[in-house]
């Protein structure tokens, strides 16, 4: 009773700081992280740690249109836990611009962006990974082929479905099969730079100087990939690490297609009183619920 009591409150803790949260300047890193440059396979790409390398090591992947700054309230209290927490910006995003495409293809594809988070991956020791929205595909992926590099992983507002993933999303879903992919991204970065998010306006104006910086054509290529997403879900389950899907009452997609996602891939499930972004919104309380996957992990070793 007295655990049950203390879980309780750790949690409305964790619920009152993330009421709490003030406007912060994104553009700012947080002064105990440490910036540096990786050189991936696609280019060089923009990174930071936090915390002390001994420490089990995390690594949290932005999305589309994203970039590591996405995690400056995120990765705090991971790091106060007791862990290592780094993040780096996908090739062609904001501070990796210049990272890609693939000399292969000529596009930012599958091999482009899954060669470098390998590469970041074995440039330490195994890591829980986060992947957020497109990067949970590209974590699963990494998950069904190189399981040894991951400890846990964590889908936060990932697609819960494959193939075209945007069939899903509410409202628009039923004419997904209709748009471009270049169409697609069309649409959401007017939906960004409009502010259909309803951020403040301290995260519109870096997002916005954030979209000036990040590449067009690899948003327009992640859109494409997106829309052909390969099917890992068996390797995923059976995989044996530890799962958690996080995401919002109010994401993209429903959260009855995350709930039976998780279902089949034998995850937990967090929601939160938010959209598509818990790790702007939320942090608090998705940290939490990390750190109980971790600790899954941790006993498994």
């Known amino acids: 009773m007295a655990a049950m009591e203390t879980a309780v409150e750790t949690r409305l803790e964790a619920a009152r700081l993330d009421a709490q949260l003030e406007p912060i300047d994104w553009s700012q890193p947080d002064p105990r992280s440490t910036p540096f440059r990786f050189d991936a396979p696609s280019g ?14 995390v690594v949290l992947v932005p999305g589309a249109t994203g970039s590591k700054e996405d995690f400056v309230l995120l990765a705090p209290p991971l790091v106060d836990a007791g862990y290592f927490v780094q993040s780096f910006d996908l090739a062609g995003q904001f501070e990796s611009a210049s990272a890609g495409p693939s000399p ?8 482009l962006f899954l060669d470098d ?11 829980h990974v986060l992947g957020y929205s497109f990067s949970g595909i590209l974590a699963q992926l990494v998950l069904a082929h190189r399981p040894e590099l991951i400890l846990s992983l964590t889908l936060l507002t ?3 479905l494959t193939g075209n993933v945007f069939r899903g999303v ?4 039923p004419f997904a099969r ?3 992919p270049r169409v697609g991204a069309g649409l959401m970065i007017w939906g960004i730079r409009t502010n259909k998010n309803r951020v403040d306006d301290a995260r519109l104006r870096f997002v916005r ?4 910086v990040t590449r067009r054509e690899s948003v327009d290529d992640i859109i494409g990939l997106m829309m052909n997403t390969p099917d890992v879900t068996a390797e995923v389950a059976a995989a044996g690490v ?8 109010h994401d993209l997609w429903p959260v009855r297609l995350h709930a039976e996602y998780a279902d089949r891939i034998g995850a937990e499930l967090a929601v939160y009183r938010t959209g598509h972004s818990p790790c702007e919104t939320t942090p608090n309380q998705l940290a939490l619920d990390m750190i109980a996957t971790f600790r899954r992990a941790e006993l498994l070793a």
Not at 45 to 57: E, F, K, T, Y
Not at 104 to 111: A, L, Q, V
């Open 104 to 111: 292969r293809s000529g596009h930012w594809d599958y091999p």
């Open 170 to 173: 509410k409202i628009v879903g």
């Open 117 to 127: 988070l390998v590469a970041f991956l074995e440039a330490g020791e195994p890591a």
């Open 44 to 57: 060089s790409l923009a990174a930071w740690s936090m915390g002390d390398p001994v420490n089990p090591r």
């Open 178 to 180: 209709l748009a471009s």
């Open 242 to 249: 530890p799962l958690l899907i996080a995401t919002g009452h």
């Open 158 to 160: 990932a697609p819960p």
């Open 209 to 212: 100087e954030r979209l000036l």
